[in-house]
């Protein structure tokens, strides 16, 4: 590693710092530095690090983001908002793409439309009693989704939606801990 570029040390610290917090991606398996694969986290600390956001979001002052811009401009031009997330919403896509929260193999799009995505998103007591899996298919959609409507997982967090998901993954973890006991 002596006469390795500034870009490759770069990359070997990262696989480093990957390989030292274990995680792994759905879809395709991570190699830590001596080539071996690394395991995707287990169920409980992908739980315990979605249920981690439960105390950020239920923060009265917590703000997932803000729309900018959408001012009129000269000769009759508008100039489109955008939508600008909060650093801890940022941090919450990171986190689900990292724990394997976004399913990759999922047709998301022909799911959302389905009757199980329609029970989850329009019923509480369905969503209330969701599977680690179906956690992940609403997430999958309401992160996928937002790539394509800016601000819908903004929304999602307005209405509510989000933040039950949350809470479901926090009532998971805690009913796996005490089955553990």
């Known amino acids: 590693m002596d006469n390795a570029t500034p870009h490759q040390r770069r990359r070997c610290r990262a696989s480093h710092l990957s390989a030292s917090l274990n ?9 830590n530095t001596d080539g071996r694969p690394m ?4 169920l409980t600390e992908r739980l315990d690090r979605l249920a981690a956001f ?7 002052g917590f703000s997932f983001g803000l729309w900018i811009g959408g001012k009129p401009m000269p000769h009759l031009q508008l100039h489109m908002p955008s939508f600008v997330p909060s650093d801890p919403a940022e941090a919450f896509v990171r986190m689900a793409h990292d724990m394997g929260w976004v399913l990759p193999d999922l ?8 009757a199980e995505a329609g029970e989850l998103l329009n019923c509480p007591e369905t969503l209330a009693r969701a599977t680690p ?13 937002d790539r394509f409507v800016e601000g ?3 929304q ?21 801990s005490t089955e553990e006991c």
């Open 107 to 114: 047709d998301w799009k022909s799911w959302k439309d389905g």
């Open 133 to 145: 899996e179906q956690l992940a298919k609403l997430l999958t959609v309401l992160v996928r989704q």
């Open 156 to 176: 999602a967090f307005d209405s509510g939606f989000l933040v039950a998901i949350v809470r479901r993954a926090d009532a998971l973890r805690h009913e796996i």
């Open 152 to 154: 819908s997982l903004a």
């Open 54 to 60: 439960l105390s950020i979001f239920e923060d009265p």
């Open 39 to 42: 395991l995707r986290p287990n």
């Open 23 to 31: 995680l792994g991606y759905a879809g395709w398996t991570m190699k």
